[in-house]
């Protein structure tokens, strides 16, 4: 970020007066304010040309400003203002909240936290998670909806009524209970928000009806509150969470948690990850929890909102001019920022898929440096309207390759150029196709010389999901395909030492095979004796991972039978179904592939499970979910325990969930699975069920 602040002042005459530096010190304010101020009406009016995170930085370089010259803190300061005006030419009306809105001060760190937490103690808070997306301000009189607004400058918001009236989650009426009538009069704050899994269709439509593609899911929510044709806000997929009250009459809770069950009561959404939390260590803790579980939302959220319980204590602690003091937003490291889309390049996968990446302007972000970020294929390319030389969004969440979101369409100076996608491979040269009619995903047919397939290929059944061999990586097969030492994967297993001499990774400067070497053929010869299931991922044969894998070998018990097996009957194993078995006949059909699993059983390969004593099949037909950490087992070998015995092992809870393995740490997944009221197992209950299947 650049120095807002401006160069120190140098006068001809050598002597700076206190009058001055006065001068210059507002002078650098007034830029510094005028340059929030504009960025906040284009976050809020119209499209943001910069990612939060570096908002974030400017309003704290100004909140920083105002803090060591106190006197700079006017009463119109962009520090003392909440949201931003209408724009001037917005076609909708002006209308005036019945209660202010406000916005909310951030923390950055678990020390400003702490301090918070300190100034305004509480017997309980609520954790809430942070949409991001656009406030809207509801009315309601006797249960019907009368008017929604935007947030505007938290007095005066625009009158967009008739566009929250076609979004699903808002009610035309509320609904009573016995507990919770109905009031007179109820003003209700909530975001709107596109759900992540429903952007890129949205984002889709709109390129194909000729519009500019949004950065983020954020800015298309923003964007679809203000269409002008209902018709158009119906196709946005726009969605809403209540989080707040402004003025009412004929209902007086005592406390927001009771506030959020009257909402629920009423019909209207609530978010499903508020919690109740009683003191400000485990406020801490519920801060770090969603640190590594942001992206378990069904919408965008970059950070956790506190607020005091009690609205007896809200009351009391009061507000400043723009935020209460009973609430604050922790504010999470930024996962997207902004960068300059420098080149698109392609690369070729192991089934011969190309991929497009991008090449930018290294950026920091979510903890590291990133120079290339996803695209996905040609299609998606086109779908995000993404030009060479675009300013583009990019997240990177968690560990997760970085992708490209969007561009920054306002950014644009006509100097950007549209990709053109490759028609031959970049590795080897043959004209590239998809592989059937109407695949999104173009591929190289050159399945078994093309370089770059057989690389990623043998670094692929090198890995743990295969057969494990630690000292064969990216490096090592391209040194061996490069050198000729390999033509294919089939003679991966004839390796010794002396064909290695012919290396340059896994042999020493004197000529003889090195460290990592002797390591390679170590690991050749424990991987002969493996698991037919592994062998089978370890063939590359499309559509068979590791799930499939496993269900046929344990049905078929060696690759013989399991070749010999009519299409139909391979369908018909659990987890298969017709194009995976489709898919491994198809395999078969290739000579170079049988000739691959020819040379591996000449070799010593496994190609049959080991006779002994079969797996009692326990969890039949059972869904298994496992979260947190058990002392027992690592995470693949519970799901290794659950399918071996014919189960399904699940990443994710719904009601067709069987059981629930709750281990250290459990997190969201618990939560959900004792709001459905699934039958929940510690780790004893958990190997009770492995070995006696369920319990009556």
Known sequence: MANH???????????VTDKDKDVELRRKWNDLAEEVRHHRDLYYNRQPIIADAEFDELFRSLQKLEEEHPELAVPDSPTMEVGAPAAVSSSFA???????????????????????????????YLTELKIDGLSIDLI??????????????????????????????????????GEYPVPELLEIRGEVFIAIEDFGEVNERRINEGGKPFANPRNAAAGSLRQKNTEDVKKRKLRMICHGLGATTGFTPTSQWEVYQALAAWGLPVSPYTEAIESSEAVVEKVRYWADHRHDSTHEMDGVVIKVDSLAGQRALGATSRAPRWAVAYKYPPEEVTTTLVDIQVGVGRTGRITPFAIMEPVFVAGSTVSMATLHNQTEVKRKGVLIGDTVVIRKAGEIIPEVLGPVVEKRDGGEREFIFPTLCPSCGTRLAPQKEGDADWRCPNTRSCPAQLSARLTYLAGRGAFDI???????AQDLIRHSILSDESELFDLDEEKLLASKVYTTNAGKVNAPGKKLLENLAQARDTDLWRVLVALSIRHVGPTAARALATRYRSLAALRE????????????????????????????HRQIVDRWAAAGVTMAEAAGEEIVQTLSGLTIVATGSLEGFTRDSVKEAIISRGGKASGSVSKKTDYVVVGENAGSKETKARELGLKILDEAGFVRLLENGPEE
Not at 97 to 124: C, G, I, K, Y
Not at 581 to 587: L, N
């Open 5 to 15: 602040l401006g160069p120190a002042l140098s006068l001809e005459s050598g002597a």
């Open 94 to 124: 002006n209308v005036e909240h019945l209660e202010r809105m406000m916005s909310l001060d951030n923390v950055f760190d678990e020390a400003e936290l702490q301090e918070w937490l300190e100034r305004t103690p509480a017997p309980r």
């Open 140 to 177: 309601y009189r006797n249960g019907r909806l009368e008017r929604a607004a935007t947030r505007g400058d938290g007095r005066v918001g625009e009158d967009v009524t008739e566009n929250a009236r076609v979004i699903e989650d808002i009610p035309e009426e509320l609904t009573g209970t």
């Open 470 to 476: 630690e000292a064969l990586g990216e490096k090592g």
């Open 565 to 592: 097996a009519p299409v139909e009957d391979i369908a018909e194993t659990d987890g298969v179904g017709l194009i995976i078995a489709q898919s491994f006949r198809e395999w078969f059909e290739v000579d170079w």
